[in-house]
């Protein structure tokens, strides 16, 4: 597959759509652990994510449910109904958790899998092993 050519020459590209500036640190943190070698974006809401996801191709994106101007599920649906030839990056909402609804409906938006906060090191792990790729980009 190109995209798994892609990743094998180079580190991964990570854009995490989250609002709070805390938040979006820990996952940073979190996900160096597991890539030091990832490169990542990050952005503050939704039509900046919408714009980062345009401009740098991401590998995969972890998506805040609640951001302001445009939420995760919005934006995860612009995404994949986009003409774009990444529109089916793998997107990885993450919740509070709070709505018991939320799971489907991002789901239903086209996100590939649901994390709920406090984000663990296991759950993370799995998924960055589940949907990206490369394997070999872990470590």
């Known amino acids: 597959?190109?995209?798994e050519h892609r990743l094998a020459e180079r580190a991964p590209l990570v854009l995490i759509a989250?609002?709070?500036e805390m938040n979006a640190r820990l996952l940073s943190?979190?996900?160096?652990?597991?890539?030091p070698k990832c490169?990542?974006?990050?952005?503050?809401?939704?039509?900046?994510?919408w714009e980062a996801f345009k401009n740098l191709n991401p590998d995969?994106?972890?998506m805040d449910i609640q951001m302001?101007?445009?939420?995760?599920?919005?934006?995860?649906l612009k995404i994949r109904s986009s003409d774009h030839p990444n529109a089916d990056v793998p997107i990885i909402a993450i919740s509070a958790?709070?709505?018991?609804?939320?799971?489907?409906?991002c789901m239903k938006a086209g996100m590939n899998h649901y994390i709920t906060k406090p984000v663990l090191k296991?759950?993370?792990q799995n998924a960055l092993l589940t949907y990206l790729p490369d394997r070999n980009t872990l470590g």
């Open 122 to 124: 296991p759950v993370l």
């Open 68 to 76: 302001p101007v445009m939420d995760g599920v919005e934006t995860a």
């Open 18 to 20: 989250e609002d709070l």
């Open 97 to 105: 958790g709070a709505v018991k609804e939320q799971k489907p409906r």
């Open 1 to 3: 597959m190109q995209k």
């Open 29 to 35: 943190v979190l996900l160096k652990n597991f890539m």
């Open 60 to 62: 995969i994106i972890f």
């Open 39 to 49: 490169r990542i974006h990050t952005a503050e809401d939704g039509e900046k994510t």
